[in-house]
């Protein structure tokens, strides 16, 4: 894989569709006086682009555009009419998908590959890349080894070069029942604290296991804030006031 750092990114013109209709533009509209992450992967609705590489992307975008990113462009060589139903179906409102249909910006970065194999003909390497005026200032390309490599283009590897000392938001999981008080009160507590969460609520048969497995209790609800378990109702009573 090519190396870009230092050259200007490739003049091409992209054919996207969004909000249903078709719209025209080009490397020097995308990248001219602004400076612009990119990340480039195999696919839309593939799934290590759908569950993480795109959705941190557009966790992060907040904090990217806090510390001087303009702008954040998916690339994939896809038709734009699939980056457009991708997007929707992202819920993207940061990120915005550039669709590469015919290839030429992949390939005039050097990363267009043969995914044949699997049915997918010419697609890009996954890579991402800081390009500040047109051109790239850092990439991080994954290695090239067997398979679908995704160590380096993630969204947390670009921040860390960017702002090294920027605080990501806490990662927050809260397992609860439908119709449990308990449950309900600690969603008002974290509500009222500002708490970015993910509820998972579950269902009947499988809560009391899932939870002694994870948690050490079968009882709801139960918080998990970066990987650690935080614990009950009151634990995170508890530990909201902590964080006040």
């Known amino acids: 894989m090519q190396n870009f750092e230092g050259n200007k990114v490739p003049q091409v013109d992209f054919k996207l569709h969004e909000n249903n209709q078709w719209v025209n ?3 020097a509209e995308l990248f001219d006086n602004k400076t ?4 480039s992967l195999p696919g839309a609705f593939t799934p290590t682009c759908s569950s993480t ?14 510390h001087g990113v303009d702008s954040i462009l998916c690339v994939s060589v896809n038709d734009g009419f699939v980056m457009e139903s ?3 179906d992202q819920g993207l409102t940061a990120v915005r998908p550039i669709a590469d249909g015919n290839g030429s910006f992949t390939e005039g970065m050097g990363m267009l590959v043969d995914k044949s194999a699997l049915g997918f003909g010419k697609r890009s390497w996954r ?16 290695p090239d080894v067997e398979g679908d490599p995704f160590l380096v283009s993630d969204a947390d590897t670009m921040l860390d070069y960017i702002a090294p000392n920027a605080a990501k938001p806490e990662q927050v999981a809260l397992f609860s029942k ?15 604290a500002g708490v970015n969460y993910l509820e998972m609520p579950l269902a009947d048969n499988v809560r009391q296991r899932l939870l002694s497995a994870v948690a050490g209790k079968g009882t709801s609800p139960q918080l998990f804030v970066n990987g650690a378990l935080i614990g009950d109702g009151t634990a995170i009573s508890a530990w909201i006031k902590a964080r006040a």
Not at 36 to 39: G, P
Not at 53 to 66: D, N, Q, S, T, V
Not at 134 to 141: C, H
Request: with cysteine; net charge positive; charged share 25%.
């Open 53 to 66: 590489h795109l959705p941190r992307y557009e966790e992060l975008a907040g904090l990217f555009k806090a």
């Open 127 to 142: 890579y991402s890349m800081l390009v500040k005026n047109g051109v790239v200032s850092k990439m991080f390309i994954e």
């Open 86 to 88: 991708w997007a929707r």
């Open 178 to 192: 439908v119709g449990c008080p308990f449950c309900a009160k600690a969603k008002e507590e974290l509500d009222a």
């Open 25 to 27: 533009t080009n490397s």
């Open 36 to 39: 612009v992450v990119v990340f």
